[in-house]
């Protein structure tokens, strides 16, 4: 199981940016498909972004044309971009590992990074 660690949240004014790393330990990447979750109060866990080992990526609507997720293999590091941050996007941000590399199933879990952003 790949260790993951996330970084990069933090309190951040409505219409601004943030960018959160998960450097990934005791693997490479490799064909792992990687994602974001996030969770806000009294909510259940929502999907975020995913993407594949040959780049492709997916979002959840609420999120499309504001977030962008990539991955460096050389640095053993995925990112969520977050740009024009809006108060719904509150959360703890996860990251998390799928390996079998469709994006379906995650098999390893980061500890998560709070993300506030304020109005």
């Known amino acids: 199981q790949v260790q993951l660690v996330e970084s990069g949240g933090g309190l951040v004014q409505a219409g601004g940016s943030l960018r959160l790393s998960c450097a990934a330990s005791?693997?490479?990447?490799?064909?792992?498909?990687m994602g974001w979750f996030r969770q806000a109060p009294g909510k259940e866990r929502e999907f975020v972004a995913a993407?594949?080992?040959?780049?492709?990526?997916s979002y959840v609507d609420s999120v499309k044309g504001r977030f962008t997720i990539s991955r460096d293999n050389a640095k053993n590091t995925v990112y969520l971009q977050m740009n024009s941050l809006k108060p719904e996007d509150t959360a703890v941000y996860y990251c998390?590992?799928?390996?079998?590399?469709?994006?379906?199933?995650?098999?390893?879990w980061g500890q998560g990074t709070q993300v506030t952003v304020s109005s």
């Open positions: 998390a590992a799928d390996l079998g590399g469709r994006g379906t199933n995650y098999d390893c």
């Open positions: 005791g693997r490479t990447l490799g064909r792992y498909a």
């Open positions: 993407i594949r080992w040959t780049g492709i990526t």
